[in-house]
């Protein structure tokens, strides 16, 4: 139960094994079908690897084939400004690191999708992002919508689903999305309305959902329960993007996967279903969109 598609777990655990061993140990007494560490940089897979081996070298041993059952990575490169910039240096690193990690057997069922990556015009200067319009020259909306582009291709020749990024560029990343011919994967951390959702789901991409959700205000919770009843069962998806957006009453706080049944409880209220009824459908959505067997 719980599955997990989208979490830092380097990050979450601020690098500390000791931290990320006991957030695997009580993950793993969840059982969840599927959990994924996602890739932020050109270069950081490797790195995460060894810290999720790190990490389960100290898990206790029952647990710890249950964690090796439902790990997975991504790669990818989220639009910083100098990933951007160096783009054109970045991507070589970027397909040798993949190249390099698929070299070991053991690691090859283990990288499951390219992202995130994609497109974020949201400006928040004080935000860990740094997002800062002034940043944004022409030249650097090109470059950003090149790295995107870049990353696509290679989902599309690696046959791979993509965790896509897009916040408050809903117009350019379907441009982008469309000029690759590549609809596979996830629109994480949805955060658009129904009418985007529909033109999302009608080029065949899955709608995650994250912690955000719980932030909804009175006001318009209507209409955010519209919204999680319009994307079809065979479509949805959840997530933490921990160690951001925990889930209230936890907001403000610092998120783990241990956290994901918060927003499991509040998005089956919406659609008027038991909770464990959305986690068989999420399950259910992963093995499909990843090309796992079933539970």
Not at 9 to 34: R, V, W
Not at 135 to 157: H, P, V
Request: aromatic share 12%; net charge negative; with cysteine.
């Amino acid at each position: 139960m719980f599955s997990d598609t989208h979490f830092h777990f380097k990050a979450l655990c601020d690098s500390s094994p000791s931290c990320g061993a006991d957030t695997l140990e009580k993950y793993a007494a969840m059982d969840p079908f599927f959990a994924m560490d996602i890739g932020t940089r050109s270069w950081d897979l490797q790195e995460r690897m060894d810290f999720y081996k790190e990490c389960l070298n100290l898990v206790d041993g029952e647990k710890k084939s249950t964690v090796e059952n439902f790990f997975y990575f991504s790669a990818g490169i989220w639009p910083t400004v100098d990933e951007i910039k160096n783009r054109k240096e970045c991507i070589p690193v970027f397909e040798k690191q993949i190249a390099d990690f698929l070299s070991v057997t053991e690691n090859k069922r283990r990288l499951v999708a390219i992202g995130e990556c994609g497109l974020d015009h949201h400006w928040n200067p004080s935000n860990p992002d740094a997002r800062n319009e002034s940043d944004f020259s022409e030249e650097i909306y090109r470059g950003e919508r090149e790295l995107f582009l870049m990353q696509l291709e290679i989902a599309k020749r690696m046959s791979l689903p993509v965790i896509i990024h897009s916040r408050d560029a809903f117009s350019e990343t379907l441009s982008c999305l469309d000029e690759a011919g590549w609809h596979n994967g996830i629109i994480h951390c949805y955060s658009y309305g129904i009418d985007e959702a529909r033109q999302f789901l009608d080029r065949g991409w899955y709608i995650a959902f994250g912690g955000g959700t719980t932030y909804t205000k009175k006001s318009r919770m209507e209409e955010m329960a519209r919204l999680l009843n319009f994307v079809p069962s065979d479509r949805i998806l959840l997530e933490t993007d921990a160690p951001y957006l925990s889930p209230v009453p936890l907001r403000g706080k610092i998120n783990t996967p241990l956290n994901i049944p918060l927003t499991y409880k509040f998005i089956a209220e919406q659609r008027g279903i038991v909770v464990e009824e959305l986690c068989s459908i999420v399950d259910e959505n992963i093995s499909n969109l990843f090309a796992l067997p079933a539970r």
